[in-house]
């Protein structure tokens, strides 16, 4: 399918690996130019020659914390004007509530609900004028379906799913989408730490839980970022543009529910 977005420039943010490196082929694959952020400027740089070579298009790489004021102003000068913003950052550690400050609190918000909020003012109006705009944010199946030890992520990302219910509506007669993509176990060094926090606790060998974890899915295995990816895709596609505010969760199966 082709997507109607080629020669369209895209923000994605932690991009060097995992599901933002897998939204970041996707839609070069799809002809996006992209800017591609990260911290890590090896591992950012890797992925930019990657996508360069696979696809030919564009890619710009910005070495930056996004959840610093500072680093969005780099990710922002070095797109001007952006069609698409795909919206992630790490997640907040795992771990019992009751060891959680204020600080820690503080850092989760800012990471996953603020930053995202910020760079989606940032851009928001100007697809608007431009009459396209496509912005995904990674958030978590957590946000249906919250993880007792991932409490942080849980609130700070709940936070976020409240503000695009009303903003992505606001804006929709513009042009401009605005979705979340809830991510179930995706084989990315986020699900291994993960593993490695249960290990720790349980004693048990971490591969034995993984093992464990990918049965107790329907699909009986963890997604592929690129899987993810091209659903990111899809969303930023002109074929897209009657879908905004949702929550669309892929997870394999493994949300019980029927809403």
């Given at each position: 399918?082709?997507?109607?977005?080629?020669?369209?420039?895209?923000?994605?943010?932690?991009?060097?690996?995992?599901?933002?490196?897998?939204?970041?082929?996707?839609?070069?694959?799809?002809?996006?130019?992209?800017?591609?952020?990260?911290?890590?400027?090896?591992?950012?740089?890797?992925?930019?020659?990657?996508?360069?070579?696979?696809?030919?298009?564009?890619?710009?790489?910005?070495?930056?914390?996004?959840?610093?004021?500072?680093?969005?102003?780099?990710?922002?000068?070095?797109?001007?004007?952006?069609?698409?913003?795909?919206?992630?950052?790490?997640?907040?550690?795992?771990?019992?509530?009751?060891?959680?400050?204020?600080?820690?609190?503080?850092?989760?918000?800012?990471?996953?609900?603020?930053?995202?909020?910020?760079?989606?003012?940032?851009?928001?109006?100007?697809?608007g004028r431009r009459g396209?705009?496509?912005?995904?944010?990674?958030?978590?199946?957590?946000?249906?379906?919250?993880?007792?030890?991932?409490?942080?992520?849980?609130?700070?990302?709940?936070?976020?799913?409240?503000?695009?219910?009303?903003?992505?509506?606001?804006?929709?007669?513009?042009g401009v989408t605005i979705?979340?993509?809830?991510?179930?176990?995706?084989?990315?060094?986020?699900?291994?730490?993960?593993?490695?926090?249960?290990?720790?606790?349980?004693?048990?060998?971490?591969?034995?839980?993984?093992?464990?974890?990918?049965?107790?899915?329907?699909?009986?295995?963890?997604?592929?970022?690129?899987?993810?990816?091209?659903?990111?895709?899809?969303?930023?596609?002109?074929?897209?543009?009657?879908?905004?505010?949702?929550?669309?969760?892929?997870?394999?199966?493994?949300?019980?529910?029927?809403?």
């Amino acid at each position: 399918m082709d997507l109607g977005i080629a020669g369209r420039k895209a923000i994605v943010c932690a991009a060097s690996k995992g599901l933002g490196r897998g939204c970041a082929m996707s839609l070069a694959a799809a002809g996006v130019d992209l800017v591609i952020n990260a911290r890590g400027e090896e591992a950012l740089e890797a992925t930019a020659r990657d996508i360069r070579d696979a696809t030919g298009v564009t890619v710009t790489a910005v070495a930056c914390d996004i959840t610093t004021a500072e680093g969005r102003e780099k990710v922002l000068a070095a797109c001007g004007e952006p069609d698409i913003l795909v919206n992630n950052a790490g997640g907040p550690p795992p771990g019992d509530f009751r060891d959680w400050d204020a600080a820690d609190w503080r850092k989760a918000v800012e990471a996953n609900m603020i930053t995202p909020i910020e760079l989606i003012r940032a851009v928001v109006d100007g697809m608007g004028r431009r009459g396209f705009g496509r912005i995904v944010n990674i958030t978590s199946s957590a946000v249906k379906a919250p993880i007792a030890e991932l409490g942080l992520s849980n609130g700070a990302r709940a936070g976020l799913t409240g503000f695009v219910a009303g903003t992505s509506r606001a804006v929709a007669s513009t042009g401009v989408t605005i979705n979340n993509i809830l991510p179930g176990r995706f084989d990315t060094d986020r699900l291994r730490s993960g593993f490695a926090f249960k290990a720790q606790k349980s004693g048990q060998p971490a591969e034995e839980i993984a093992r464990a974890a990918a049965r107790s899915i329907p699909a009986n295995r963890f997604g592929d970022p690129h899987e993810f990816g091209e659903l990111c895709a899809y969303l930023c596609s002109v074929q897209a543009g009657y879908i905004t505010g949702q929550n669309l969760l892929i997870d394999g199966g493994n949300y019980p529910g029927t809403l």
